[in-house]
């Protein structure tokens, strides 16, 4: 079986079973403490978790999956042995509350060896029993359920089933929440299948795990307690990798003479193929006994061709989910795993930008099950391209360095040396750290993370962060209540003062219910005033604490008595009006850049204010203008096309895939949608215009790169547009009138007048040369004698110092022979150059000699070669002086 049969087969397998098949989840995870999706069954987390319902009791689905950096971090064990991976697909069939062990096993066990052909009696089940000090009893249920198929198919349960305390057979999400019992199936694939299953759970390559059922039946508590749940899960987890290199490696089970590698399966011979083409040499499958010293060229080569062909499919499957090489975070373990590949690659000879040719194999494989990769393959070989041209101009460079450094080295390559490497030249330290091992040599990690927590701190001071945090008393009080989405007017308002809280010399208040926005989602907070009696004061922010209570900053010290009283608060409607088209308007720029840059554009921070709009986008090369000019005019022709805005909730498991959700945002089981026109759909809480046709103009003002992997726009809308508009107007007919032409005429005007200029300034650049030559030729016919030499000392006028050097220079040539001098005033400071040639630095002239005699008494310095020297100084009103006393010492 190829590996296209096995995927569609399990699919095939448990849609036959009433599993819903669902595609994949993107590798960017929604939860916040996850670099990337690493465990299928990530994106059903919060169902576990009791957060949201599942919509369907019964799903299977294979997931792409990366382990490469944090908790689970593959990286530097692949290419090195025959089973790890960077990127895997994970197998997976789940059930929400509804069927338990006896299926999840049975079913387990007929694909095994009815769908697949697993011989039955090379196949191990393991079974909870508790250590000393484990969670739960011994899991009699799987144990009677394994017992009675192993029995069923002629085989000994007392020799089948094995058993495993909580490191191995007990599943836990934390220390709290859902967990439960876990039993895994191995297959024993030795040439004579006779251990006895004494190699289950041995890291013995001849022996793996290829399945793990879980079995979520409890809840752990934080003092200790594991309680039986309610609605009790299955999730399963198998490696697809694993089973096709299995199948391949045993030739469907009729070969058992070699250890099974997942290289060997149609997964990554079209890979290999393309890698054998490129680099003139063979995969061979050979694995080195030790990582330790040198290997041979085949090893070598070998642990290449895998490197490289695990990380393309990382990099390109990243990318096609919008996960771009960067120098933070999962972007930058991207720029690692790329960097690696690099490098493995340049091992095998092969030439710079090999590695964009390795894409090809990986759509052609894989673009079927995940078609992002076909709709996104022109952005992941742009990315691609750019970052091994990045690190190639550095590569050979940063080689010499550590070639040197570990020529140097006793035993260890410092922390420091290997920072060098790494923020120089941009070796990343797993890197430093192969080819030190190459060499017998340890890298000092800890040396290195204290030079990396050195950097973090200069970059943390630099950037002068200042958190603010507002909290006080009971952060379980209830949340305040927000009245502010449809308003018509500024107010005033009607609330109860709850609590008036004192913070940093600050003071704010909570109310019962607030119309203001408290600030969220980089939409900053209202403003606005409040009375209450005698008591009126101006309301200058409003932000959220932890427990959802809106917090109302005053402008002023608030009395302790005004808790408990009603008072009246009214909105600025005028500036709360300006946000929500300047938010509304970055509903549609986002929109607008996935049309026009890719749809791999996606947000990564913003800022909405009444006065401009900021929006940080993951893209790896800067907006053209041509694409600024057409994400404008998407964006115009929604504003002028005036479309309704609405604004509603939904169950999250309801949610269309056209609606857009951010990553690190937590959704609860009901979310709200704001809908701009058709046009744009996102989750979001902020306020919003009624109708497009309400943001009014729309400019982009600004594009920067402000990270590797992530740009940012910054645009004006409505009245900040406006008058951005109206002030470029306003100068364009200005310069109309100095320069008399027609605004349309201007940039024909402008480029004939630069074109004058620069005739002009050639016609300038001819005249001082003459006047140099001639000036040079009167300086050399007045050259005295200095014991021997001809030599020119004088104070000259030139445009610049270039120019005072080149009079040096042809002062000199005229001389053949000799010593020049020149001085020349620019403003308030002043300039010395001076030349001497071959004679006369054998006489003992030396020119920077010269310079450091004569520039300190100029209040200055400078030095140079004996030859040619230069410095300056502050005082020009000395200069005459300075050299008529050095004249005459002849």
């Known amino acids: 079986m190829i590996s296209q049969e096995i995927r569609q087969s399990f699919l095939d397998f448990f849609a036959a079973r009433e599993h819903k098949i669902v595609p994949s989840a993107s590798l960017l995870p929604t939860a916040p403490n996850l670099l990337f999706t690493n465990a299928g069954m990530n994106p059903f987390v919060p169902y576990f978790l009791g957060e949201r319902t599942a919509p369907d009791p019964r799903v299977a689905d294979t997931q792409k999956c990366i382990r490469a950096g944090g908790k689970h971090n593959d990286l530097e064990d692949v290419g090195f042995d025959s089973y790890h991976h960077t990127f895997f697909e994970m197998l997976g069939n789940w059930s929400f509350g509804d069927y338990f062990k006896a299926e999840a096993i049975a079913w387990a066990w007929e694909l095994l060896t009815e769908g697949w052909g697993f011989p039955r009696d090379r196949l191990y089940a393991t079974v909870y029993k508790p250590g000393p000090g484990d969670p739960a009893d011994f899991d009699q249920e799987a144990y009677d359920h394994w017992k009675a198929v192993f029995t069923a198919a002629g085989l000994d349960p007392e020799v089948h089933i094995r058993y495993g305390n909580k490191a191995d057979n007990f599943w836990m ?94 997964l990554f011979t079209s890979i290999f193929e393309r890698i054998a083409d490129l680099s003139g040499k063979r995969y061979h499958g050979t694995l080195p006994e030790s990582r330790e010293g040198a290997l041979s060229e085949q090893e070598s080569a070998d642990v290449a061709f895998r490197v490289l062909a695990d990380h393309i499919r990382t990099l390109a499957c990243s990318i096609a989910d919008g996960i771009l090489p960067g120098n933070e975070g999962r972007n930058y373990v991207l720029r690692r795993i790329l960097r690696r590949a690099v490098h493995f690659g340049r091992r095998l000879g092969m030439e710079p930008g090999f590695f964009e040719k390795l894409i090809d194999p990986v759509v052609d494989k894989l673009g079927g099950t995940f078609p992002e990769l076909r709709r996104q393959e022109e952005v992941i070989r742009k990315v691609v391209r750019a970052e091994e041209d990045t690190f190639s101009r550095t590569l050979d460079r940063g080689m010499q360095l550590f070639q040197g450094i570990a020529d140097q080295a006793d035993g260890t390559i410092s922390g420091r040396d290997a920072f060098t490497l790494y923020d120089t030249y941009g070796f990343p330290l797993d890197l430093t750290q192969i080819l030190a091992r190459e060499r017998g040599l340890a890298v000092d990690t800890a040396g290195f993370e204290a030079e990396m927590d050195q950097q973090r701190k200069r970059a943390r001071a630099a950037q002068k962060k200042t958190e603010i945090k507002v909290t006080s008393g009971d952060e379980s009080a209830g949340a305040t209540p927000f009245t502010g989405y449809e308003i018509d007017s500024a107010g005033p308002f009607e609330v109860n003062v709850l609590d008036v809280i004192r913070q940093d010399g600050e003071n704010w208040l909570v109310f019962d219910q607030t119309p203001f926005y408290a600030e969220m989602g980089g939409q900053l907070g209202d403003t606005g005033t409040l009375r209450a009696g005698d008591l009126s004061l101006r309301l200058t ?24 009283q009603r008072a009246e608060i009214s909105l600025n409607l005028d500036r709360r009006r300006a946000i929500e088209r300047h938010h509304s308007a970055t509903h549609l720029l986002h929109h607008a850049l996935r049309n026009i840059v890719g749809t791999h554009v996606h947000q990564a921070g913003s800022l909405v204010a009444p006065d401009r709009l900021r929006f940080d986008f993951s893209h790896f090369e800067p907006v053209t203008p041509e694409q600024i000019r057409d994400i404008e005019s998407v964006v115009n022709r929604c504003i002028l096309g005036n479309s309704p805005v609405q604004a509603y909730e939904i169950d999250f498991a309801d949610k269309p895939d056209d609606i857009i959700a951010f990553f690190g945002e937590k959704y609860g089981e009901r979310v709200r949608v704001v809908d701009i026109g ?165 006489a003992g002239h030396r020119a920077g000699d010269i310079i450091r005699e004569l520039a300190p008494q100029l209040g200055g310095k400078g030095g140079g070669k004996p030859d040619f020297a230069m410095g300056g100084g502050k005082h020009p009103e000395k200069l005459d002086a300075v050299l008529q006393e050095w004249n005459s010492h002849t």
């Open 173 to 266: 999400m934390g220390d709290t929440g859902p967990c439960g019992p876990c039993s895994e199936i191995h297959i024993d694939l030795t040439p004579g299948a006779d251990t006895g299953g004494e190699l289950v759970n041995q890291d013995s390559p001849w022996c793996m795990e290829i399945w793990n059922l879980v079995f979520i039946q409890f809840n752990a508590d934080s003092q200790g307690n594991f309680t039986p749940l309610a609605a009790k899960h299955v999730d399963t987890g198998m490696g697809f990798e694993r089973i096709a290199g299995i199948l391949a490696t045993t030739k469907n089970f009729t070969d058992f003479s070699r250890p099974p590698s997942n290289y060997e399966s149609d």
């Open 678 to 842: 058709g046009y744009s759909k996102e989750l979001c809480g902020g306020t919003h215009v009624a109708a497009t046709g309400e943001i009014g103009p729309f400019k982009i003002t600004a594009e920067s790169g402000i990270a590797a992997g992530t740009r940012r726009l910054e645009a004006v809308a409505g009245d900040a547009a406006w008058q951005l508009l109206s002030d470029g107007h306003a100068l364009l007919q200005n310069l109309s009138r100095r320069l008399s032409c027609r605004p349309d005429e201007l940039e024909t005007r402008l480029e004939h007048l630069r074109a004058e200029t620069e005739r002009l300034e050639r016609e300038v650049r001819k005249n001082r040369q003459r006047d140099a030559a001639a000036q040079a030729g009167e300086l050399a016919a007045g050259a005295t004698d200095r014991k021997g030499l001809k030599s020119v000392a004088a104070k000259v006028e030139t445009g610049s110092p270039d120019e005072l050097r080149s009079l040096g220079m042809q002062v000199l040539s005229e001389l053949r022979e000799g010593i020049v001098v020149l001085g020349a005033a620019f403003g308030e400071k002043t300039t010395l150059v001076a030349f001497a040639s071959s004679e006369a630095v054998k």
């Open 541 to 564: 922010d409003t932000r959220k604490d932890p427990a959802g209570r809106f917090l109302h900053r005053a402008d002023t010290e608030v009395p302790a008595d005004l808790a408990g």
